[in-house]
């Protein structure tokens, strides 16, 4: 727990986001993936049928506004997602829907969906940078670009995936599309150890291009690509002690080492829902009641670390109850 912070967050943050792993098939083993331990083949589904409870209580008359993130596995991989993304899409409820996808699926298959936002993620360990950019024009040709569009390369911690993200950034830059940088967790099977001398040696490759693209800006203010730590998705949150009120962003968070809650009270609003359908609480484990009454419920931190998504930073915590 920070020793001088009293409030971080925005008390009126009442915005839920669930998780969504919709399947547990994908093409990939990457070792820094943290659904490893229970991803299945490509042809073998589990569950393939519990998505229609979800969007039922996704549609529930005391279901609050959110926002969700479609993952899994790979989602493309599920039969019926065109029907899962229409679904949500039409949901007065759901506020903005982000898929997920490694682009190994024929993307041409896939439909234009009004609100819906691609992030197609490039795994470093399994996939060809050459074949990922030529499916980010066929999105763009099915009508997915602009804010639509939003390229995710996951940071692997070691040097000799660069030239890939070079060739990535190059390719965005030359066909306006965004493209941010994910830094990777550790995992049972992947240890991440960022050094000093990685990221110098990514900020010289990156300063190399003819086009830096928005977000990977060498400049201190917009850092933000390649310095540790900061995706330029995410939004800034408020900290206060006393009188003195800063706003970070995700990167000065982890630098300051905002990230110990434990005791104090919050809104946590991040849900995770699996494959099978089971809708449990990041932070407490705790289901989702049937009647969601304690969708919103303040608790006392019971975590010994706040994960790295600005949902839990905006969330707000305090030494006192939330009104
Ligand atoms: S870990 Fe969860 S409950 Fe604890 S402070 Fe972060 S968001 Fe709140």
């Known amino acids: 727990m920070s020793d001088f912070t009293e409030h971080i967050g925005y008390s009126n943050y ?23 331990p229970w991803l ?55 506020r903005q829907i982000v898929l997920n996808t490694n682009m190994v699926y024929d993307v041409m298959e896939m ?9 197609p993620s490039y795994h470093p ?18 009508g997915y670009h602009d804010n639509n569009l939003l390229v995710n390369i996951n940071i692997h911690n070691d040097t000799r995936y660069i030239d890939d993200y070079l060739y990535i950034l190059k390719f965005c830059a030359e066909h306006e599309i965004y493209a941010g940088a994910n830094y990777l967790n550790n995992t049972p099977g992947y240890k991440c150890m960022y050094t000093d ?9 990156v300063s190399s291009l003819d086009i830096i693209p928005t977000g990977w800006s060498m400049d201190k203010i917009n850092w933000l690509g390649v310095s540790k ?15 003195d009120i800063k706003i970070y962003n995700m990167g000065e968070i982890r630098d300051n080492k905002l990230n110990k809650w434990k005791g104090y009270k919050c809104l946590p609003l991040l849900w995770q829902i699996d494959p099978d359908g089971k809708i449990i609480n990041e932070c407490t484990n705790e289901p989702l009641k049937l009647d969601n009454s304690n969708i919103q419920q303040q608790v006392v931190c019971p975590c010994d670390e ?8 905006k969330s707000y915590k305090h030494n006192e109850d939330i009104e």
């Open 229 to 243: 730590y900061r995706h330029p998705w995410h939004d800034d949150v408020r900290v206060q002690s006393g009188d």
């Open 111 to 119: 439909m234009y969906i009004e609100r819906v936002k691609i992030s």
């Open 197 to 205: 001398n990685f990221f110098n040696t990514l900020y010289k490759a």
């Open 306 to 313: 706040c994960g790295w998504s600005d949902v839990h930073y």
């Open 40 to 94: 299945t083949p490509v042809n073998k589904f589990k569950y393939s049928t519990a998505y229609k409870n979800v969007l039922k209580r996704l549609s529930m008359k005391s279901m609050p506004e959110f926002n969700i993130e479609i993952l899994g596995g790979e989602p493309l991989l599920h039969k019926n997602i065109n029907t899962i993304l229409n679904k949500l899409s039409t949901n007065n409820k759901c």
């Open 125 to 142: 360990e399994s996939a060809n940078p050459v074949a990922f950019c030529r499916k980010l024009l066929q999105l763009k040709k099915i």
């Open 14 to 36: 009442k915005t839920v986001t669930f998780c969504w792993d919709i399947t547990t098939s994908c093409q990939y083993r990457c070792s820094y993936c943290y659904a490893l």
